[in-house]
């Protein structure tokens, strides 16, 4: 259970680091706005043209008498929305992050730098359109094993109690692994750890995982508060990465305060 903690840690150090260094943040902070504004009007469209939509796949409920035809396809297009919104949320972090992958991977070879000890961090010999390309391909495949999972908890949670009280809990664990997982590869990925390996590494470890997706995913259903917790979750999931591949991580902020004093001595 130790690693509950030392995952929620990582999460917190994140957003500590990029507070640290406001510029990296202001950056960090693009990718997300500009997902967001995508999103929202991609839901708004949904809610406003939903029900014709609904209509539009129903022909035979046509004929169908009041009130039966009103509450079928009510059904049909306040399912149709939860699934919007569900695919809105196992996307969001996948979709920014590919918008993002420039920021993103500066800012978390900046936080590698700044906890490794020797002050190097790894780096990709792929050109940028090969990294684009291989985070595309690895995110569907990710949002794909979330779907499944999302469409497979969505129908259980019709079951009588359970559905209301376990499977909220799981879907939370799920989503803050996958969640985990799409943060965790702007690191992993660099240090060229292939996606079947980088779900190997996490499972080995489902407690530190779920210590810092868990309660990033829960922040993330808050409208707004993904796109500033954005560049500070990827910075916590290099930490994350650091860890779960046994690199020593030191305090970057300690290296802050001891570089001015070393310029100052070294000038004095």
């Not at 829960?218 to 979750?233: I, K, Q, R, S, T």
């Amino acid at each position: 259970m130790r690693d509950l903690g030392v995952g929620f840690s990582y999460l917190l150090k994140g957003q500590r680091w990029v507070a640290r260094h406001g510029k990296q943040y202001g950056f960090g902070l693009l990718p997300g706005l500009i997902t967001l504004v995508l999103y929202a009007a991609a839901l708004v469209a949904l809610g406003l043209w939903g029900e014709d939509l609904v209509s539009w796949s129903t022909p035979f409920a046509d004929d169908w008498s009041s009130p039966w035809q009103g509450l079928f396809r009510g059904f049909l297009t306040a399912v149709l929305f939860a699934l919007g919104l569900l695919l809105a949320v196992l996307t969001f972090t996948a979709v920014t992050l590919l918008i993002g992958q420039p920021f993103y991977e500066n800012l978390s070879e900046k936080v590698d730098r700044d906890v490794s000890p020797d002050g190097i961090a790894p780096e990709s010999q792929l050109p940028l359109w090969r990294e684009l390309w291989i985070s595309a391909r690895d995110s569907l495949r990710i949002v794909l094993r979330a779907l499944v999972w999302g469409v497979l908890l969505f129908a259980l949670g019709f079951l009588p109690v359970v559905g209301q009280t376990v499977v909220p809990v799981i879907g939370f664990f799920v989503t803050g692994f996958f969640l985990t997982e799409e943060l965790a590869a702007v690191a992993l990925q660099r240090r060229g750890v292939e996606l079947r390996d980088r779900l190997a590494l996490l499972r080995s470890r489902k407690t530190l995982v779920w210590g810092f997706g868990t309660p990033l995913g829960l922040a993330f259903l808050v409208p707004f508060v993904a796109v500033f917790l954005m560049p500070g979750a990827v910075a916590g999931a290099t930490l994350l990465a650091r860890d779960l591949r046994g690199e020593e991580i030191t305090d970057g902020a300690d290296r802050e305060t001891e570089e001015p004093r070393q310029e100052a001595d070294a000038t004095g």
